[in-house]
């Protein structure tokens, strides 16, 4: 069966309007006979029980949304609209709408030949200043002849008038319905630009504008083979009823005003109707309006929204047949700020620059008061405030609260400072527009500089104390630092309020120390803590890592492993339900655990674990107070490229300390013994040390707070560029927290000696030999030269059994069994070798030696 559209539809549309124009009075036109064919497919069935013909005499008809072919055929993405309202697109007639006639009868007057003629009649006859025709041709363009009936009998002629093919050609007021063809029922998308019908503007004279139209002629007299069809009309409605000329709103409140205007010179009026609405949409001919039959030329309305924009139309009702004017132009009005219960502003439908959100109030002498782009908590924009400390501090007002003064709410924001540590004002003032009216409720202490390395959330719990009129306000601090705040919230603050200030400190190997401010109301259970090693957030099921008593403001936190970072978050514990939100506190790394020795550092891995290299300046006296990294990974004596560590000395400038890790010397009797040598800047030959130049072993027995010097080397005690011990017994030395350091300057002179200072296999032992290293002790062999070429010479043999030869890689490369003094090795490729002699007491002894 073929779809019925409601009979209502067609008394229901009298359109329409412009937007923030004078609206014209479109209305249409609905058709009660004279149309010929049925050409749009429509309902379930064949294409042709539901059509009598097509369109464009080569058997393609239209197809409305509601086609389908069979019961089961799928539901149609495109086509006329099933309930026949065309909204014409064409940009000079904002607002202009046709309604089909129904899909289930004839619905086109349909001319295929020359001298074609057809009438339709419409249902109710109206005077109209612009006549519009909807239209299209089939299998080519046409021209026809429309003839303006009135009910007068007399008539208004228009000559070749242009009807368009059906595609691709502009002036369409619809587009991309698609098409079927009648004989195989194959459907055709049309890609969403075809077919089209076009609208014609038919201009009434002025002498015939109030003339009632009854009826149309239209005549094709082109010779072309196109098919004409003719589907609807519409109406610029005349009427001798104008609008009224608005006048600016007055007395507007936060939910009130009163419109007013003037009545039309040209008109009789004797009431008027008056819509409203947030939307810029104008009303329509046959919109109810919300105030009607006012007699004078004000009235007020009341029950709006508070800051709130909106538009509004007044229109002219004369009585007569023409009862009623076209809508007036739009006029418009923004209600003033009211109080409200709630807020949630994260700044970022403004723009950058002094303007604040709507209700809340910008009090600024001098400096910066502003809506930031610069690195927000969320979103795009953040508030920012800067003065120096002769400047005055900004103000920034909220908007009124309703219950600013119940108890039960607190305000919640993000902070951030440009240097920590800042303090960022929260309070209230009794007067918006003066800020020396302005009270201190707490000052937040700001210490983070971003908003995601530590918690940059801040609360404030608003007491009941506060004056009823009161509005909250933000201050900065005048202190040359920048204060950047986002994401406001007015909120009822939970039964369970979290710490605040949350701090880490005396930070150790195992433990560190977090102290808090509590709330105003203490949590009866005290408070709970949660850490890992990952930056994952809790949730309120997590298990806790720890708790605090109720009353505290500090705990330790134990258990921790040595050289850690760790994400610490606390929360208050009210009951146990009750908990708190969780607190995010930061990040922290442990310190490295004190190493009991024995212990060496072969500098494999450089600088080592819990060594420091990039440590600079200062002086031994004060410790280093920069960063850069003068002591490097390289080859020991410039052999290779890895191995050991060196600081380049050249010219001035230059502090570098290379710290070691913390030791535990509290059982005493321990040495501290090193290989060292200089060499020419990145070679292995000789190098003197410059004339104030000077290398220094250092000792701190306080974790590296104050420091010792045990050894100097400089121009008078320069090292050669071969290997040599350095060892030095740790007599008295027996703290738990022993730290050492090389430190290497290249002092204020700026000599020309370029060199490398070397360091490898940096040990701490026990002073107490055991037999066989006193043996070894009492074997002193020399090997030489150091660097050697092809050869190299043992200072005594006598006891050696063996010495063999390995590479770095542990990979022994020679085996000398019962060794001479002199060793041939001429075979072997440059760089650092192992020498391991091999004692008839199975005692051994490794040094190291390099070929050129």
């Known amino acids: 069966m073929r779809k019925l559209q409601p009979a209502l539809l067609l008394g229901a549309l009298g359109i329409f309007t412009s937007s923030l124009a004078f609206a014209q009075n479109y209305q249409t036109m609905p058709i009660q006979s004279g149309l010929t064919s049925d050409v749009i497919a429509n309902g379930i069935g064949s294409a042709t029980v539901t059509t009598t013909t097509d369109v464009d005499g080569v058997s393609y008809a239209f197809v409305s949304q509601d086609f389908q072919a069979t019961a089961t055929s799928p539901a149609l993405t495109y086509g006329l ?133 009854q009826s149309v002629t239209v005549t094709k007299t082109s010779t072309a083979q196109g098919h004409a069809n003719i589907f609807a009309f519409s109406a610029d409605a005349y009427s001798t009823c104008t609008p009224p000329v608005l006048q600016a709103a ?23 109707g008056v819509y409203y609405s947030t939307s810029s949409t104008a009303p329509t001919s046959t919109t109810a309006p919300i105030l009607n039959n006012i007699s004078g030329v004000t009235t007020p309305v009341g029950g709006l929204m508070s800051n709130t924009t909106y ?71 953040n508030i920012y405030q800067t003065n120096t400390s002769a400047q005055t501090p900004s103000t920034v007002v909220l908007p009124e609260f309703s219950n600013i003064n119940a108890g039960t709410h607190w305000l919640r924001l993000k902070a951030r400072v440009s240097a920590a540590t800042g303090t960022l004002n929260v309070g209230y003032v009794t007067n918006p527009t003066d800020p020396s009216t302005f009270v201190l409720l707490q000052a937040l202490s700001i210490a983070n500089t971003n908003y995601t390395s530590t918690n940059p959330e801040y609360t404030v719990i608003v007491p009941s104390s506060v004056p009823a009129n009161a509005r909250l306000a933000v201050r900065n601090t005048a202190d040359g630092k920048g204060y950047y705040w986002d994401d406001v919230v007015w909120e009822p603050a939970p039964s369970c309020i979290p710490p605040t200030a949350v701090t880490t400190s005396a930070v150790t190997a195992n433990n560190v120390t977090v102290s808090w401010t509590a709330p105003a109301s203490a949590p009866a259970g005290g408070y709970e803590y949660y850490y890992a090693t990952t930056n994952t957030a809790p949730v309120g099921t997590t298990t806790i890592s720890g708790s605090s008593a109720a009353g505290s403001v500090s ?53 080592g674990n819990c060594w420091a290299s990039n440590l600079s300046g200062g002086s031994p006296s004060t410790g280093p107070n920069g960063t850069t990294a003068y002591w490097v990974s390289g080859g020991f004596l410039n052999s290779g490229s890895t191995g050991s560590m060196k600081m ?59 420091w010792t010097s045990l050894q100097t080397w400089n121009a008078a005690n320069a090292p050669s560029n071969t290997s040599t011990t350095y060892t030095y017994d740790l007599v008295g030395y027996n703290s738990a927290n022993t730290v050492f350091a090389i430190y290497g300057t290249t002092g204020t002179v700026s000599d020309s000696q370029d ?62 069994e019962n060794p001479t003094k002199e060793i041939s090795l001429g075979s072997l490729n440059s760089g650092l070798y192992l020498i391991t002699m091999y004692f008839k007491d199975g005692s051994q002894n490794t040094v190291k030696a390099i070929k050129k």
């Open 555 to 607: 705990t330790v936190v134990p258990g921790l492993n040595a050289a850690t970072t760790y994400y610490l978050w606390i929360r208050s514990s009210c009951g146990t339900t009750n908990k708190s939100t969780w607190s995010y506190v930061g990040s922290f790394t442990t310190l490295c655990a004190s190493v009991v020795p024995p212990y060496t550092n072969d500098f494999n891995t450089t600088p």
């Open 250 to 272: 007055t007395n507007i409140t936060a939910n009130g005003v009163t419109l007013n205007w003037t009545a039309s010179s040209s008109s009789q009026a004797a009431t008027y």
């Open 648 to 706: 380049n000395i050249y010219t001035t400038g230059k502090t570098g300390w290379l710290k070691t890790n913390a030791f535990n010397l509290s059982a005493g009797g321990y040495r501290v013994k090193f290989d060292y040598g200089v060499t020419a800047y990145n070679a292995t030959g000789a190098s003197a040390m410059g004339s104030d130049d000077n290398v220094q072993l250092l000792v701190s027995n306080d974790g590296g707070t104050t």
């Open 81 to 213: 609209p099933s309930n026949g309202i065309i909204n014409s697109v064409v940009a000079s007639t904002p607002g202009l709408s046709y309604v089909m006639p129904n899909y289930t009868g004839n619905n086109s007057l349909k001319l295929s030949n020359t001298n074609d003629s057809g009438t339709v009649v419409f249902t109710t006859p109206k005077a109209a200043f612009k006549l519009y025709m909807l239209a299209t041709t089939g299998s080519g363009s046409s021209t026809v002849t429309v003839v303006v009936n009135f009910t007068d009998n007399t008539s208004q002629t228009f000559t070749a008038v242009a009807v368009s093919d059906w595609y691709d050609n502009t002036g369409f007021a619809i587009q991309g319905f698609g098409r079927i063809n009648r004989t195989t029922n194959a459907l055709e998308s049309g890609n969403g630009t075809n077919p089209r019908l076009y609208q014609s503007s038919l201009t009434i004279d002025p002498a015939n504008q109030a003339k009632l139209i």
């Open 755 to 816: 060199y490398d200072f070397h360091i490898d296999n940096f040990t701490v032992e026990s002073a107490n030999l055991s037999t066989s290293e006193s043996a070894l002790k009492n074997k002193n062999i020399k090997v030489y030269p150091n660097p050697f070429t092809d050869v190299i010479n043992l200072s005594e043999t006598k006891d050696l059994k063996m010495v063999k030869v390995f590479d770095l890689t542990g990979r022994a490369v020679k085996t000398i």
């Open 311 to 381: 538009y509004y139309w007044v229109r002219t009702n004369c009585g007569g047949t023409t009862a009623q004017s076209v809508w007036s132009f739009a006029g418009t009005f923004k209600t003033a700020c009211g109080p409200m219960t709630s807020l949630s502003e994260n700044f970022d439908s403004y723009g950058t620059g002094t303007t604040l959100p709507d209700c809340w109030v910008r009090n600024f002498v001098n400096g910066t008061m502003s809506i930031s782009s610069s690195t927000p908590a969320s979103g795009t924009r």
